[in-house]
């Protein structure tokens, strides 16, 4: 099927077929099947980007942008079509407002710094939520040092974990230069209302960045419908490689930011003591890129659009509920976080008095990879009262079957700790 190709309807996909295209899922771990519930963390990898990793690397293997022989411009045709196909992965305006980056965080670090040492200045404020990931509230802290801004966050909703939004044109009142928050959260399961949350701040002039880690693999991302000023995402949670992500920046934004790193590729020219830049996108992308992380996170997008992402945000959300359901019937012996409707496919949970390393390791002992932490998100934690959760993270892959022996080993769990 070719990427053009309409995704099929959803009740047409065999959702458990698709397991034969992850090699990974096809093992046995401590002996029992694997049933891989990490998918927050990083997702697998289907066979269509694994060849094209192998393909890339025993075809066309070169630098980028400075060659003039055959490879070289192979590829650079492909680390660009990879862009271009970004683009329309985003629906973003044009290539020119694609940066390839390491991932999530590395996207958010470079407008910390390259926009954020332009614009913000001592006493602004810099508007975060109360589930940002780590990596959404440590580069605006470093950000907030250097130039004397202040950091406030929209507050949640108690266990629920929905965003006060009836606090947020409050919270965007005088001095805010710019409002960052996620659009799902990786330990909640909360989907944001982002595009109707940018569309508030915008209206005050504000500058808005939208973390993506979490939803771009699992549901259409409209950058333009979204109206943020930013996104940024990570290859690796969405069938790619790892190493390799995207920012969006609008190009008006991006034209007037300086370069965030320096070194080969981002000069037009240098001297003993100046230079000058490329104009975006190039700008921000010093040094040899990731190139077949790119090729590899093209021939991801392709495969999650012959599926379809409004099939797999919808199947996602099945399977969410699914396990929220299953999970809520242990009754008093779980603590589940996050909305009870409305939410993406994962569930962070406690069982009564048994650490979440615990049942992590205990799950892994029988082949149900979980994890257990503060999932980096020690802000939330304390809000929460809790110092780690346990939580199953769920992809398109994985079955109701799986979810129905999760639920089992969670039960064995409780018996063995006597909980
Ligand atoms: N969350 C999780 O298990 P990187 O590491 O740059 O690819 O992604 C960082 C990141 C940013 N925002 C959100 C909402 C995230 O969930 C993550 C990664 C992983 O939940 C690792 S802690």
Known sequence: MSPTTPPP????????????????????VHGQPLIYLDNAATSQKPRAVLEALRLYYERDNANVHRGIHELSNRATTAFEAARTRAAQFINARSADEIIFTRGTTEGINLVAQAWGSKNVKAGDTILLTEMEHHSNIVPWQLLAERTGAKLAYLPITGDIGLLDLARLDEQLGSGV???????????LGTINPVA???????????????????????????????????????GHKMCGPTGIGILYGRQETLETMPPYQGGGE??????????????????????TPDISGAVGLHAAMDYLDQIGRHNIARHDQELGAYAYAALSRLKDGIRLFGPHIGRAGLVSFLLKDVHAHDVVTVADQRGVALRGGHHCNQPLMRKLGVESTARASFYFYNTTAEIDRFVEVLGEIQKFFGA
């Open 177 to 187: 230069k710019l409002l960052a928050l996620t659009h799902i959260s990786n330990s």
């Open 196 to 234: 109707d949350i940018c569309a508030r701040a915008r209206k005050r002039g504000i500058t808005t960045l939208v973390d993506a880690a979490q939803s771009a693999g699992h549901r259409p991302i409209d950058v333009q419908e979204i109206g943020c000023d930013f996104l940024a995402l990570s």
């Open 9 to 28: 309807a959803s009740g047409t996909i065999d959702w458990s077929a698709l397991r034969a295209d992850f090699p990974i899922l096809h093992q046995q």
């Open 266 to 287: 981002m000069i037009l020219n240098v001297d003993f003591q100046r230079s000058t830049w490329k104009q975006p996108p190039h700008r921000f992308e010093a040094g």
